[in-house]
């Protein structure tokens, strides 16, 4: 067995341009940032529209919307439980760095693991953590170097990254064969 870990693997591009996409940027490229100003203004206005777009905006927009719902479909054909380690590995978020050199793109999904909150409660039952949050704790166990503990929430959060990037990449390869045989 090879001493990387999963996390150093490449995800395949689609599903990471996919997920990164779809947890991070999508919103913002369907238009949906705040629509509070845009009602606001079309209230004032006596219209349904907050009036005209730039040149191929729109087309974007629905562009954007349509591949949206197609990730969202995919998503929604797998367990719920590796939507959200998918969700929690491509959430954007900035981990402290120490972090992100323990666990890489998989941080979020660490400091989910059953291991580590397992880890968490019982220090913080013995004292030994503050009752901050399960990432602070993680990050003093990866800053005292505690090799046992990180390498089991290292398999576990491996071990749940693969299954979760497996059943979308199934989904997609699924999706594929549909589509050549409709």
């Known amino acids: 067995m090879s001493d990387v870990p999963l ?3 490449r995800a395949s591009t689609a599903l990471e341009s996919d997920l ?16 509070f100003g845009a009602f606001a203004t079309a209230a004032m206005r006596g219209r349904t529209s907050a009036g ?3 040149d191929g905006l729109h087309d974007r927009q629905v562009e954007a919307a349509h591949r949206h719902r197609q990730i969202r479909a995919r998503l929604r054909s797998m367990p ?5 380690v998918l969700a929690a590995a491509y959430e954007p978020r900035q981990w402290p760095r120490e972090l992100v050199q323990a666990f890489g793109r998989t941080s979020g999904v ?3 693991t059953f291991t580590a909150r397992t880890a968490y409660k019982k220090a913080c039952t013995k004292k030994m953590a503050r009752q901050d949050s399960v990432s602070t704790w993680l990050l003093g166990v990866v800053l005292r170097g505690e090799r046992e503990l990180l390498t089991r929430i290292r ?20 999706e594929r064969r549909l589509a050549k045989t409709a």
Not at 30 to 35: D, H, K, R, T
Not at 80 to 84: D, P, R, S, Y
């Open 7 to 9: 996390f150093a693997l």
């Open 80 to 84: 719920a439980t590796l939507v959200g």
């Open 155 to 174: 398999v576990e959060t491996d071990g749940l990254f693969g299954r979760a990037c497996r059943a979308y990449e199934d989904v997609c390869m699924v």
């Open 52 to 54: 005209a777009t730039p």
């Open 20 to 35: 990164d996409w779809y947890f991070g940027a999508a919103e913002s490229e369907m238009g949906l940032e705040s629509n």
């Open 110 to 112: 660490a400091v989910r």
